[in-house]
């Protein structure tokens, strides 16, 4: 395939340039730096292949690229092959020609073979030398760059990259122990051994099983039964020594009572107690006898108490009566004085009432006021008067009227005379007024003017004054006629009712002299005295009633007085002596009353004597039963005088202490007792003491352990040694019952998989993340395995033909200084050592690779890869300034090499190196030229002048 | 015609073995998990009583040598009693895990249950519900842990009209080892033997399916991530020796599972997030009705339903937010998705519990068949990877780049606790991560030119 022609409407600095009639041979583009010859190069390496999204691709400068190319076929047929963008390329016949994909167009090359065979760049020769390590690789990388096996060289590089990723898992050799893994493989390992471990465990339970049978069923009841025996022997001795005390009391007690059992079984219970008492009593009993007697002989001397004692009741009621008889006796006295002073005062208003009467009040009972009613005497006395007053009174009103009469005609008289002179007042004052008036005018008229009307005004007054009293004066008149006219009238009325009350007088008179004579009073008796002497009668007559019965009173209260000084004075004279005789007046009473007062105490007495003998003979009768009460076959009698009968009463008062102190005693005992067999009574006590024996008397059990030791200390010391025992014994059985936990939980937890799950997710825990390891690093491992088969193959395929002609065209490079390439034929094991050797002229042996300067290295790379370009379809080939490096010899021969290949293949040579263009046209029978600068072509030129005046402006 | 014989054929309980647990998890599911291989046995026993089984026989394995607990012995005791309870005989050989030499019987187990010896073959016969004898049973223990005998050889019943029953743990492998050495084949043509019935293997497999029934119950409860999908045992009914119908009944309470997501199916993820949805989605529907994790053989009419299930995702696939995100980022991205899948569908019923997510994306490249076929490089690397699958001895020294922690296993049971087996699921899957690795860095390099 070759190109005719090219047109780039935009890639990077190449814009609307064109390229027409491009030579089928070679093609020269001179350009400075910079002018765009890269550009160029990139367009035709990604013509067959499409525009990667590199960087390393000029940016587009407007919108996206756009290239396109003819080309022609060797079977002459043409196409056009365009690029827009990124896109693959287009390919359009030009003519008739049949459609064809662009892969036809390039033989089915790869694009990356192209553009690594068919392009040699200065880029790609100085680099051979960089970024490689040992001098032998270098050499040989020089070959496979030569031959464009670029992917060869990188190979050696991505090897070293998966051992550097592979290195740190499983370092050279994978082995399970090292780097990366070596940490998973220890723990696998440890869980392996926990696991071992687990497994071991059934063993080991059942072993801890049989032990633990061995503990539940055999040792610990064992030791259990042992420490009951040693608690309970513990127990009993607690027991003796807590009740040790008390338990030695009770026995010294009872020994006590025992002793005094005779005392204990004769004294009377509460004898001691009963005899203290009485002894006290009865000594204060025969005290208070002699004391009393000793009070009564020096009252009632001689004198038998009996006598008092025999009178006792009636002394008794006298002294209740005592105080009554003497209100008695005073209350006689004081009614009879009033009767005698009533008595005085009847006869002096006897005689007040009438002197006839004098002092004999029985004219009393003569007067018979029965007879006169009070209500009627009274009523006649008042009528009597009333009349007596009215007629009285008429005399006196008869002349009074008659002197009014006289009087009013008098008056009539001379009022007829007043009324003539008044008329004849008025005309003289009217007069005078005038004159007045007149005068004034004369001497002063306003002075007249004034009096004048001063006048007037009173000449006005007094004739409505005048006017006034001669009405008066009429009315007046009337008035006296008509009282003249009464007065008259009066006067006859008083005349007839004198006439009428003398009538009365007289019959009511009449009526009122019966009364005088019925109430025996003297004829003269003036009425109107009647009703008040009728008064006083009848209440004297009364009062002289009541006197009458005070009389007959007073008679009762003496008789009564007289008897009971009667009794008394007949009681009290065998009793006191000097009783004296009763008078009328009892005035003899008081001294009989201090009789009966003095009879009274004397019997207070002798009561209080009777009283305290009988006392002491009854205290004195106890002390004699108690005495018996303790031996029944004392001798005593009831007459024993008190001194004696204490002689007897005292011991046996100190019998009776000594009884009290044992009854204490015999309480303690039995308290003792008591307690004992509550405290033993008590359930674990009870079953400590008796051990089984269950129908024994607890306190009899107490007693024989009790018995077994001789002293508090002896059952101490022995407690002490059992306690000692039980501890050890205790220690032993806590140790077994913890060994018995500790196995009961080493048997749960043997009997569980907890610890084999464990060990089993440890394993799988570290073998999961192992595995993953082992799978990178196996990964990396074959990685490494496939490359080193390429890197291989592709030594293996460079060695073959490529090697061959490359000697043949190395040689013309160097115008046979060397002649021919050789690589080792066997294979080798590293494939990095494997080194190639070349024969130079006049040189027997061949020089190894890193013997050959710059130069000629570069002149090898050049040889291998025309080689390499001469045993692939022609396609255009493109020189980027590549052979800067050779001499001018050895360039013109690499000239003459370009040349010969663009016979068969379209070349593009790009430079900046006019000396090379010069070479190029001497060794080219045809050549075409172009100038390119600046992103412009021109051209095309048949001679290199533009393109070396360009070059060498 | 005669009533069935039934019985329960299981074995591998591995008793106190756990499952494998990693990272947090919370109580409850831990209680689920731990407890989940006890709940298996539990189960089993519910089955035997359901379906009112004249026998049950237990091949080998009762007990994990690695895992001996009281705990487990106990339990199998009470589960024992429980049988008893009904009458149900019990026949138990020992295997390698828990060979009689090695006793680990620390309560005497009920009298239902008859303990096959290791000294010589033993021989019981055993009646229906009518109390007729239908069947005799044959086996031996394991006196070591290993068996290098062909014990099964002395396995000679009469030959009448009674159905025998051998009992067996083997890895039914020809070639010298350990586990009684036989195949197939032999036990196919072995004669008067109607059921082997065989321990050792821990998936459920069926060998042959008639004259005579060749089958492995499989373990009850998958322990971890490789042994995934439904577990169980087997429910035989027996008509006559040559009428038996064998149906699987599960018990596993939790499944393992390895879903496999490829990200190639999900252009459009473009963060963690929806990275998340995808896989909340995939749990829900594995929740909600797995598929895939029966075994291949009869079911037996049951309601049991799983209590959850234990998951490792393996997320792959070339995709953008391979670069974006994940490159790098692996460790970091695989725990939070661990710990938000479970926040979100552990509490699902069933439960869905992410064990684990592994993540094996890659980075897209363009075009990568066309480079794989015309690229220099890369064709070669491919070749390369080619030869690599292709070539035994070349594979073999791929085998030893990948590092002495790796081992290539001569049995499936040869497992070791701290280096790992190189199967040949592995090999493919590590060779292919080590592929894209070597490919994303070549094309990486070239970009940055």
């Not at chain 1, 094991?829 to 061949?846: C, H, R, T, Y």
């Not at chain 2, 001996?68 to 050989?93: C, E, H």
Request: net charge negative.
């Amino acid at each position: 395939m070759k190109l005719l022609r090219i047109y780039f409407k935009s890639f990077g600095i190449l814009r609307e340039q064109t390229m027409e009639e491009i030579h089928p041979g070679l093609v020269i583009i001179a350009g400075p730096n910079r002018a765009g010859k890269t550009t160029f190069m990139t367009a035709l390496r990604y013509l067959g292949y499409g525009l990667p999204r590199k960087d390393f691709i000029p940016p587009s400068l407007t919108g996206q690229h756009d290239y396109n190319a003819d080309v022609e076929l060797m079977d002459r047929s043409r196409y056009n092959i365009h690029i827009l963008g990124n896109s693959k390329p287009k390919v359009s016949p030009l003519g008739s020609w049949q459609e064809i994909e662009i892969a036809d167009i390039f033989h089915d090359l790869d694009g990356f073979t192209y553009r690594q065979v068919f392009t040699i760049s200065l880029d790609e020769l100085r680099r051979i030398p960089e970024g490689l390590a040992g001098k032998e690789e270098q050499n040989l990388q020089v070959v496979l760059l030569g031959g464009g096996w670029v992917d060869a060289l990188r190979l050696e590089k991505f090897k070293a990259e998966f051992d550097k990723l592979a290195r740190p898992i499983g370092a050279s050799k994978g082995a399970k122990n090292v780097a990366g893994f070596k940490t998973y493989v220890e723990t696998i390992k440890e869980g392996i051994e926990e696991r071992n471990e687990a497994n071991k465990q059934s063993e080991t339970y059942y072993e801890k099983k049989q032990e633990l049978t061995k503990l539940d069923e055999e040792t610990i009841p064992r030791m259990k039964k042992d420490l009951q025996d040693l608690q309970m022997e513990l127990e009993t001795l607690e027991i003796i020594k807590d009740h040790y005390d008390k338990y030695e009391k009770f026995l010294l007690l009872g020994e006590k009572l025992k002793r005094n059992d005779h005392l204990w079984k004769t004294y009377p219970e509460g004898g001691h107690e009963q005899a203290v008492q009485l002894r006290e009593e009865y000594i204060a009993s025969v005290d208070e006898y002699e004391k009393i007697f000793r009070e009564y002989s020096a009252a009632a001397g001689e004198a038998s108490p009996d006598i008092f004692l025999e009178k006792e009741d009636a002394l008794l009621g006298y002294q209740k009566d005592l105080s009554g008889w003497r209100e008695k006796v005073a209350g006689y006295r004081e009614n009879k004085q009033n009767y005698l002073d009533e008595k005085k005062v009847l006869k002096q208003k006897l005689g007040q009432l009438n002197e006839k009467w004098g002092h004999d009040l029985t004219v009393l009972d003569e007067i018979a006021v029965d007879l006169v009613n009070k209500a009627n005497l009274r009523e006649s006395v008042d009528k009597y008067r009333k009349a007596a007053d009215k007629k009285e009174r008429i005399p006196p009103e008869k002349a009074l009227a008659q002197d009014s009469l006289d009087t009013k005609i008098k008056e009539k008289k001379q009022l007829i005379e007043e009324d003539r002179p008044r008329a004849k007042n008025l005309f003289h004052l009217a007069g005078l007024a005038l004159i007045a008036v007149l005068l004034a005018v004369f001497i002063n008229p306003a002075v007249s003017l004034g009096v004048g009307f001063i006048l007037a005004a009173a000449i006005y007054v007094y004739y409505q004054s005048h006017q006034s009293k001669e009405k008066e004066h009429k009315s007046q008149l009337v008035l006296v006629d008509k009282e003249i006219d009464d007065l008259r009238k009066q006067l006859d009325f008083l005349t007839v009712e004198e006439t009428a009350l003398q009538e009365i007088l007289n019959t009511v008179g009449e009526e009122l002299n019966q009364a005088v004579k019925q109430l025996k009073l003297p004829s003269n008796t003036p009425f109107f005295q009647l009703v008040d002497f009728y008064g006083e009668i009848t209440n004297l007559k009364e009062r002289y009633g009541l006197w009458l019965k005070r009389k007959e009173k007073l008679d009762v209260q003496y008789r009564e007085l007289e008897e009971i000084f009667e009794e008394i004075t007949l009681v009290l004279g065998s009793l006191i002596q000097g009783i004296p005789d009763i008078d009328k007046d009892f005035s003899v009473s008081e001294k009989i009353f201090a009789a009966v007062e003095k009879a009274v105490d004397h019997l207070g007495l002798a009561q209080e004597l009777k009283r305290a003998d009988t006392n002491k003979a009854k205290l004195q009768e106890k002390i004699i039963a108690l005495l018996l009460e303790e031996n029944p076959e004392l001798e005593i009698s009831l007459d024993m005088p008190p001194a004696e009968l204490l002689g007897m009463l005292n011991p046996f008062i100190s019998r009776g202490k000594r009884y009290e102190e044992l009854k204490k005693e015999a309480e303690t005992y039995e308290n003792i007792n008591l307690d004992l067999k509550t405290s033993l009574n008590i359930e674990k006590r009870k079953k400590t003491l008796l051990r089984g024996e269950t129908e024994k008397d607890v306190l009899l059990a107490y007693d024989q352990h009790f018995s077994a030791y001789s002293s508090l200390e002896e059952i101490e010391r022995k407690y002490g040694e059992i306690a000692g025992q039980e501890e050890i014994l205790e220690r032993q059985k806590r140790s077994a019952l913890e060994k018995r936990t500790i196995l009961e939980t080493e048997v749960q937890y043997l009997s569980s998989d907890e610890k084999l799950q464990a060990a089993h997710q440890k394993i799988s825990t570290a073998k999961d993340k192992l595995e993953i390891l082992a799978e990178r690093y196996a990964t990396y491992r074959l990685a490494e395995f496939l490359l080193d088969g390429v890197h291989k193959t592709f030594i293996k395929n460079t060695k073959g033909s490529i090697l061959n002609s490359a000697g043949d065209i190395f040689e013309k490079i160097t115008s046979g200084d060397y002649k021919q390439i050789d690589m080792p034929t066997e294979q080798t094991a590293a494939v990095s050592i494997l080194d190639f050797k070349v024969k130079q002229a006049g040189i027997e042996n061949p020089q190894a690779s890193f013997q050959l300067s710059r130069a000629t290295k570069e002149q090898l790379f050049l040889s291998v890869r025309l080689s390499r370009i001469r045993n692939i379809k022609p396609l255009p080939v493109i020189f980027d300034d590549s052979l800067v490096n050779f001499d001018p010899a050895h360039s013109r021969q690499a000239a003459r090499l370009i040349a010969k290949m663009a016979e068969t293949h379209q070349v593009f040579v790009l430079t900046c190196h006019p000396e090379f263009i010069k070479h190029l046209q001497e060794q080219a029978a045809s050549a075409q030229h172009w100038c390119l600068d600046n992103g412009k072509i021109n051209g095309p030129f048949a001679t290199p002048a533009e393109t070396i005046s360009l070059l060498n402006p | 015609m005669q009533e069935s014989i039934r019985f329960i054929h299981t074995g591998d309980l591995h008793l106190g073995s756990p499952l494998k647990t990693v990272g947090k998890v919370s109580d409850v599911l831990q209680k689920s998990l731990r407890e989940s291989t006890y709940k298996a046995i539990e189960n089993i026993v519910d089955a035997a009583l359901n379906y009112d089984v004249d026998f049950v026989l237990m091949c080998g394995d009762i007990y994990d040598n690695e895992s001996r607990s009281v705990k487990g012995n106990l339990f199998l005791n009470t589960q024992m009693k429980r049988l008893a309870s009904k009458g149900i005989p019990v026949f138990i050989i020992y295997g390698n895990h828990d060979s009689i030499g090695r006793s680990m019987d620390f309560f005497k187990l009920p009298g239902n249950v008859k303990v096959l010896g290791a000294e010589a073959v033993e021989m019981y016969e055993v009646a229906d519900k009518s109390g007729r004898i239908r069947a005799r049973i044959l086996g031996q223990s394991y006196g070591a842990p290993s068996e290098t005998k062909k014990i099964h050889l002395n396995y000679k019943p009469p030959e009448d009209d009674l159905i025998n029953i051998a009992m067996l743990h083997t890895g039914l492998d020809p070639g010298p080892n350990t586990y009684v050495p036989c195949s197939p084949e032999e036990l196919k043509n072995f004669p008067a033997i109607h059921y082997w019935a065989l321990g050792h293997i821990h998936a459920p497999t069926i060998i042959n399916d008639k004259n005579p029934v060749i089958a492995y119950p499989g373990i009850p409860q998958g322990r971890n991530v490789g042994e995934s999908g439904l577990k169980g045992c087997l429910l035989v009914e027996a008509a006559a020796p040559d009428q038996m119908k064998v149906q699987f009944v599960p018990t596993s309470p939790i499944v393992w599972l390895i879903p496999k997501i490829s990200l190639d199916l999900y252009p459009s993820l473009s963060d963690i997030g929806d990275l998340e949805e995808l896989l909340v989605e995939q749990g829900q529907k594995i929740s909600a009705a797995a598929s895939g994790i029966f075994p291949d053989c009869s079911l037996a009419e049951n309601d049991f339903k799983p209590e959850g299930y234990a998951v490792r995702w393996e997320i792959s696939g070339r995709c953008p937010i391979h670069d974006d995100l994940i490159a790098g980022n692996e460790p970091e991205i695989t725990e939070t998705l661990e710990e938000l899948l479970n926040q979100r569908l552990s509490t699902h019923k069933p439960y869905l519990w992410t064990e684990g997510v592994k993540l094996r994306t890659a980075s897209p490249i363009p075009d990568l068949e066309f480079l794989l076929k015309k690229d220099e490089t890369l064709k070669t690397l491919h070749a390369i990877r080619q030869k690599i699958q292709e070539d035994e001895k070349y594979k073999e020294e791929a085998i030893s780049a990948m590092g002495e922690i790796w081992y290539k296993p001569r049995r499936p049971e040869d497992l070791r606790d701290d280096t790992f087996p190189v199967t040949a699921e592995r090999f493919d899957s590590l060779l292919e991560d080590a592929f894209n690795l070597a490919l994303e860095r070549i094309v990486k390099e070239r970009e940055e030119q």
